[in-house]
């Protein structure tokens, strides 16, 4: 399977009435919820990972029309074999490789391109942090010759990202800093949930408090205390629960209290 044709026959051939019931209530698919409209094969995650594992050398061309179906799971396997590319692009040997860097880039530029049809939470979340995300890290020919220029073209990207009125968009400018607190590194995470803190949807107040509390457990409690002594009076409930949950519970008592 290398067409998006062949993966989205094969795909269909898996359907299964009873699973995608069940899908359809989980995502939220009724009228008036997030996911309204979203139409599901009732494939599970295993099985989309397998077809991806079948399908890996699909070129990146055949990848859109995957990412444009109206079947869930076959945007999802469109995400995760955008995912499996830069992956196999971004190991340890390929990281200053001058091909690597431009195949990086032009996934990182269809991923952005293509970015409102990850428009459900697991599509941004199972994609946005291992290519975004790990892009933030990485060398790119993009934005200029400048070290200096690559770096805010990095920023101005997530900037365009988190001041979209897509909320889609938005959690993937959130939800990417997961990697980057994963590397070491605060700034990205500290920015954007800052940037969200008061945004009005659920889904954002938990990427906010999930990311704080994943960056709090890669690099440090001590920023994350630092932040909540900033913002834990005002913060959405949600997000303070998510970001100290694995804080003590004498501890979550006194964030809580605030």
């Not at 019931?21 to 990972?49: A, N, S």
């Not at 993009?142 to 979209?164: C, F, M, P, V």
């Not at 008061?198 to 990311?211: R, S």
Request: aromatic fraction near 8%; hydrophobic fraction near 40%.
């Amino acid at each position: 399977m290398t067409t998006a044709k062949d993966i989205i026959e094969y795909m269909e051939s898996l359907y299964n009435e009873k699973q995608r019931k069940v899908l359809m209530g989980f995502f939220k698919t009724g009228k008036g919820e997030y996911g309204e409209g979203d139409e599901f094969l009732g494939i599970k995650v295993p099985q989309t990972r397998e077809v991806v594992k079948v399908a890996k050398d699909t070129p990146l061309s055949e990848i859109p029309e995957l990412l444009m179906n109206h079947w869930h799971e076959v945007r999802l396997c469109g995400w995760l074999l955008l995912v499996d590319k830069f992956e196999r692009l971004a190991t340890k040997r390929l990281i200053n490789n001058p091909d690597a860097i431009l195949q990086r880039d032009e996934i990182v530029m269809l991923y952005l391109k293509y970015a409102e049809q990850a428009n459900n939470w697991d599509l941004v979340d199972m994609s946005a942090p291992k290519i975004i995300g790990h892009w933030l890290s990485l060398p790119t020919n993009l934005g200029g010759k400048a070290i200096g220029l690559h770096q805010a073209y990095k920023q101005q990207t997530l900037d365009n990202l988190a001041n979209s009125t897509c909320l889609w968009k938005q959690r993937i400018s959130m939800v990417s800093t997961w990697k980057t607190s994963q590397q070491g590194d605060p700034s990205w995470c500290l920015r954007y949930a800052e940037k969200h803190l008061h945004h009005p949807h659920d889904l954002m107040h938990k990427a906010v408090g999930w990311m704080l509390r994943e960056m709090g457990k890669r690099v440090s409690m001590d920023q994350l205390r630092d932040f909540l002594e900033q913002h834990a009076h005002d913060m959405p409930r949600t997000a303070l629960r998510y970001a100290i949950e694995k804080m003590s519970d004498g501890e979550r008592k006194k964030w809580m209290g605030k």
